[in-house]
């Protein structure tokens, strides 16, 4: 039998999907289509996709008018100019910064944004204080692989997926609607 879940107080928690397996990103899409069954106010910032690249996403958000956000326009992730990709970084940051300041969302969404802190572009305490500054009712989800142990510690909640298997490794190539 089902067992009926009691909502609590309301209280903005931050949530962390790392680990090397699949499910980070669509967890949090997964997290969105929720939260907008509730009437939330919601958001998806990406910090590795850009809009050259359409995923199936953003294809319904745009249908649903649902904001979600490629921000990696420019990157080249391999740049000979790490000056260039640090600046890009920051403004990516800075557009983050200001969603989350506005205070007018009840969840938003940082996809990815473990890559450029561990690339040393993005300076962690920077991350740590505009999270710890955020409206108390805000709901914060960042992904990304290896997520840094000090955003873990004041994260509410954590999921590792951790990869027992995945087609990418037996030669199957990215599937429409399941990647893209
Ligand atoms: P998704 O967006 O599908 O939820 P994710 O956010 O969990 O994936 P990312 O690390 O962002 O995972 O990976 C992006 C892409 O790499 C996805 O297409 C995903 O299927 C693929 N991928 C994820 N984990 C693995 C793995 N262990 N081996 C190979 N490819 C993977
Ligand atoms: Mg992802």
Not at 149 to 174: F, T, W
Request: some cysteine; glycine content about 8%.
């Amino acid at each position: 039998m089902e067992r009926e879940i009691q909502p609590g107080p309301r209280r903005g928690l931050l949530m962390i999907h790392t680990g090397d397996g699949k499910g980070k990103t669509t967890a949090a899409l997964g997290l969105l289509f929720r939260a907008l069954g509730r009437n939330f106010k919601v958001i998806m910032l990406q910090f590795l996709k850009s809009k050259k690249h359409i995923y199936g996403e953003h294809l319904l958000a745009e249908k649903l008018g649902v904001e979600i956000q490629p921000l990696g326009d420019g990157f080249s992730w391999e740049s000979k100019n790490i000056e260039t990709d640090k600046s890009l970084a920051r403004e990516c940051w800075n557009t983050c910064r200001n969603v989350i300041e506005s205070g007018k969302y009840d969840l938003v969404i940082l996809d990815e944004l473990t890559y450029p802190i561990n690339y040393g572009w993005l300076p962690l305490e920077d991350v740590i204080s505009v999270l710890k500054k955020r409206d108390s009712n805000m709901h914060v989800v960042i992904t990304g692989r290896n997520a840094p142990q000090p955003l873990m510690e004041i994260a509410d909640l954590v999921s590792d997926v951790h990869a027992v298997k995945h087609p990418l490794k037996s030669g199957i190539r990215a599937q429409i609607g399941i990647e893209m």
